[in-house]
């Protein structure tokens, strides 16, 4: 299949989507962010050197981080192609991991930014046990959390002014991007704003 690249602002499904595509196609989930905390846990040479950087507040530089996934698409389950999570971030970085690695699909599930917003700021989870809620689309059963109490617990950057700020962000870093991968025919845009049912099939689709 070769290895796709999944993009998706916060609070756009992503993660159960990625769940999802792991499942249907055997690509193991490859997240740099996840890649350069393991690597500092475990005092790799490529853990080291990032954890320099990190100590004092620079970014890590992105011919350390096309290292560490140099050394992830080596492995054993990695046969097949992967699944980038959160990387590449610019478009040097997608030039660098072209000669890495064939990216044969980029997927993007697309939410509008207001709908974002409705999502992230009505979201609440129980401080007992975890359970979550949202204000509109699951609220809280009159009765109270199943696990028999519900102490409200909401993160405090879901605010709308944090989740604008995030929002923006995303689209200043991913608009040269998917302009980089739709001249070469590779990007696809997905409306993430359906049944979750819906969206996984189209994914798939595509992947197929």
Partial sequence: MGSIVLFGPPGAGKGTQAHRIM?????????????????VKEGTPIGLDAKSYMDRGALVPDEVILGLIRERIQQPDAAEGVMFDGFPRTIPQAEALSELTEITHVLAIEVPDERIVDRICGRSSCGACGAVYHDTFNPVPTTGCACGQF????RVDDNAETVQNRLAAYHEQTTPLAKW?????????????RDIDEISSDLLKLLE
């Fill in 23 to 39: 499942e249907q196609t055997g690509l193991p989930q490859v997240s740099t962010g996840d890649m350069l905390r393991a690597a």
């Fill in 151 to 154: 102490v409200e617990k909401r």
């Fill in 181 to 193: 991968y739709e001249s070469r025919g590779l990007f696809h845009r997905v409306d993430g704003d």
